[in-house]
C-alpha cells in the first residue's frame, strides 16, 4: 500500500486544482492521515462505476463495524470522510479500489473554523 500525503487547504492559498494535484490510485490499494477535517478526494476518470472500500478495524460493544463502502460513479468526482473511525494500528485509513485505471486520489485536509 501507498502512503498518500495529506494537502492541508489553508484559507490564504486561494483556489486547488484538485484534479492536478491527485495522485493515481495504488493497485494494491493506499493508507491516509485521519481525523477531524480529513477527507479523501477520487476522481473517477474510467468509463465505470468504482468502489472505494475503506477498513474499519473498529468495534462496538465487541461487534465488528462495516468497512466503508462508497460508490463512484463514471465520469464522477468524491469526497469521502476520513474519520477517526477508520485509524488502523499504524494510525491511517487503509484504502482499497474495485478499479484504478484513470481513478486518481488525495486526502485532503480542510482549514478550521
Known amino acids: 500500500m501507498a502512503d498518500l500525503t495529506t494537502t492541508k487547504i489553508t484559507a490564504v492559498a486561494g483556489l486547488l486544482d484538485l484534479a492536478a494535484a491527485a495522485t493515481a490510485a495504488a493497485v494494491g490499494g493506499d493508507t491516509a492521515e485521519v481525523g477531524p477535517r480529513r477527507f479523501l478526494y477520487v476522481n473517477n476518470g474510467s468509463g465505470g462505476s468504482i468502489t472505494v472500500t475503506i477498513a474499519t478495524p473498529a468495534t462496538a460493544n465487541g461487534f465488528a463495524i462495516s468497512d466503508g463502502t462508497y460508490a463512484v460513479a463514471a465520469g464522477k468526482q468524491a469526497l469521502i470522510p476520513l474519520t477517526n473511525d477508520f485509524r488502523g494500528a499504524n494510525g491511517r485509513a487503509a484504502i482499497t479500489y474495485s478499479a ?6 488525495r486526502p485532503l485536509e480542510l482549514p478550521a473554523g
Not at 100 to 105: A, E, F, G, I
Request: charged fraction near 0%.
Open 100 to 105: 484504478v485505471t484513470t481513478v486518481s486520489v
